[in-house]
């Protein structure tokens, strides 16, 4: 089980990273990553989120849509649960550290309709999941979205000074890096 765990984990970090193999959770991942600090910070309200979703969407669905036959209902149910992890995070966030809650700015509630945590929660359903695999694949996955946004943000940091061709800055810019990112990280699935 342990061994089974431990692959779940590296396979949704490195080897299907949500944002560079399943190009989930791009919106994000475009535009908090400019400072490496922000991005940490959206790395990790995502990590609880995605955590926190895969264990209770897994929980509703399996005790409740399920049991009731009710399993149709689980992409609306799922959303809801998302937007109310997400209004606690940014509760917390805005009391507890205003400079990262005024940082992340708009994208703090688009966690909500981001792509990437209803994703991870329908895989988990899709994959049928239990409890804690569920929760490994979510936390997974939110360290492997942490790890790409963080990565990015630093690479941008660092070529934000350079001289590049006027029709290159900006966007362009930015995603060819998100192109070699992914390419770079294609390099894992060998190893899975």
Same mark, same amino acid.
């Given at each position: 089980?342990?061994?089974?765990?431990?692959?779940?984990?590296?396979?949704?970090? $490195?080897?299907?990273?949500?944002?560079?193999?399943?190009?989930?959770?791009?919106?994000? &991942?475009? %535009?908090?990553?400019?400072?490496?600090?922000?991005?940490?910070?959206?790395?990790?309200?995502?990590? &609880?989120?995605?955590?926190?979703? =895969?264990?209770?969407?897994?929980?509703?669905?399996?005790?409740?849509?399920?049991?009731?036959? #009710?399993?149709? !209902?689980?992409?609306? /149910?799922?959303? $809801?649960?998302?937007?109310? #992890?997400?209004? #606690?995070?940014?509760? *917390?966030?805005?009391?507890? /550290?205003?400079?990262?809650?005024?940082?992340? %700015?708009? *994208?703090?509630? $688009?966690?909500?309709?981001?792509?990437?945590?209803?994703?991870?929660?329908?895989?988990?359903?899709?994959?049928?999941?239990? !409890?804690?695999?569920?929760?490994?694949? %979510?936390?997974?996955?939110? /360290?492997?979205?942490?790890?790409?946004?963080?990565?990015?943000?630093?690479?941008?940091?660092?070529?934000? =000074?350079?001289?590049?061709?006027?029709?290159?800055? %900006?966007?362009?810019?930015? $995603?060819?890096?998100?192109?070699?990112?992914?390419?770079?990280?294609?390099?894992?699935?060998? &190893?899975?």
């Amino acid at each position: 089980m342990a061994n089974t765990l431990f692959l779940v984990l590296i396979t949704t970090a $490195l080897v299907n990273n949500v944002v560079l193999s399943q190009f989930l959770g791009i919106c994000p &991942f475009l %535009g908090v990553s400019k400072n490496v600090k922000t991005a940490g910070g959206m790395g990790g309200a995502v990590i &609880f989120v995605i955590t926190l979703a =895969s264990a209770v969407t897994s929980v509703i669905y399996t005790q409740v849509l399920e049991r009731f036959n #009710l399993v149709y !209902l689980k992409t609306i /149910v799922f959303i $809801l649960v998302i937007a109310f #992890l997400v209004q #606690l995070v940014e509760a *917390f966030l805005k009391k507890m /550290v205003p400079s990262l809650y005024r940082a992340l %700015g708009v *994208f703090l509630p $688009l966690i909500t309709t981001n792509c990437a945590v209803l994703g991870v929660a329908l895989t988990n359903v899709q994959k049928e999941y239990d !409890l804690i695999t569920s929760v490994v694949s %979510g936390f997974g996955t939110a /360290v492997g979205f942490t790890i790409a946004i963080v990565i990015m943000a630093s690479i941008r940091e660092k070529t934000e =000074s350079n001289d590049f061709p006027e029709s290159f800055k %900006g966007t362009p810019a930015v $995603l060819l890096t998100a192109c070699l990112m992914s390419m770079a990280f294609f390099g894992f699935s060998s &190893f899975a």
